[in-house]
């Protein structure tokens, strides 16, 4: 009788990977985003955690005179400032990382297991300050619009003619417009609507839409609620009197501006505790430097035949 055929097989992967060595990846987080509005803003550095915002005084009249060739009386006048300025004051994003010291001194390699922990809490903390920035009630954007600075869209989409009124109303050196992704898209499809695509402009090696030369950033942080968010157009730095985003310099442990961390030392439980903050705010120096447009709806498209 003939010897039964045995088929001959390969070297599978499952058994393959016992012997071989895997390339690792740091931790990956999906919640970590650009945060391109603390790199747009610009930053003031705050010595005693304390910024104040001198204005002059509502209503002012400063009295000038051009005079022909003729000697006449100047007009005589002064600059009068309010008397109770505001004063802003920094804010603190903390946590406190534990790691047993177990755990970093046998499992560090090939990365230190205290240095990712770290990293992915610094990561966090710094998408809060972009979300604190934005929606803070004491000095979030959001809530530093006065009245008269904000609008509503015309037919519920954001469209072009938004645009337009939303940038006359910061229209000395406007900056960028921040809003939520769905906004952009929103706007996106209206542009294309009526015919008028929007120019792009690289930005941090990333590509961003613009209308009349203003990009739009996009955040998450930005309020999308019922199918509805905001657009708020932004003029930044204090040459320009706009906002400026503000943080504690020569912080301990410092590891960027207004962010430090520090060794707290090890319990009689071998865990070792680090305390990680971030000391920001922001400041609006005029009220024309900041408008919202409210109530653009996002969910609303368009059948072409």
């Keep these: 009788m003939a010897d039964e055929l045995v088929p001959h097989t390969a070297l599978g992967d499952v058994a393959a990977r016992q012997l071989a060595n895997a390339t690792k990846t ?12 603390t790199k747009l803003l610009h930053w003031v550095p705050v010595e005693a955690g304390i910024y104040r915002v001198n204005r002059v005084k509502e209503g002012t009249s400063i009295d000038v005179d051009c005079s022909d060739r003729d000697e006449r009386v100047l007009p005589q006048t ?10 802003y004051m920094l804010s603190a994003v903390n946590t406190v990382l534990d790691v047993h010291t177990r755990v970093s001194d046998l499992y560090s390699s090939p990365y230190s297991q205290t240095g990712e922990q770290l990293r992915l809490i610094i990561e966090s903390i710094k998408e ?3 979300s604190e920035l934005i929606n803070n009630k004491e000095y979030g954007l959001l809530n530093s619009v006065t009245p008269e600075q904000r609008i509503s869209t015309r037919t519920g989409a954001p469209t072009p003619d938004d645009f337009d009124a939303l940038i006359s109303k910061v229209w000395k050196e406007p900056g960028f417009i921040l809003t939520h992704p769905a906004g952009i898209a929103a706007f996106g499809r209206e542009c294309t609507r009526r015919g008028v695509p929007p120019p792009t402009v690289s930005l941090f090696g990333s590509q961003f839409i613009t209308w009349r030369g203003v990009p739009l ?4 942080k930005v309020p999308h609620e019922n199918g509805k968010t905001k657009f708020i157009l932004l003029r930044t730095g204090e040459s320009r009197q706009g906002i400026v985003g503000l943080y504690q310099p020569n912080l301990p442990g410092e590891q960027s501006p207004g962010l430090s961390v520090r060794f707290m030392g090890i319990n009689h439980k071998a ?3 680090y305390l990680v903050s971030l000391y920001c705010s922001l400041a609006v120096l005029t009220d024309d ?7 653009a709806e996002t969910g609303k ?3 072409y035949k």
């Design 26 to 37: 740091v931790p990956q987080m999906g919640s970590i985003s650009p945060r391109w509005l």
């Design 301 to 303: 498209f368009h059948e």
């Design 128 to 130: 809060r300050q972009e």
């Design 217 to 220: 950033i996009p955040s998450n």
């Design 78 to 87: 002064f600059v009068d400032y309010e008397a109770n300025p505001r004063e």
């Design 271 to 273: 865990i070792a505790s």
């Design 289 to 295: 430097a900041i408008a919202v447009l409210d109530n």
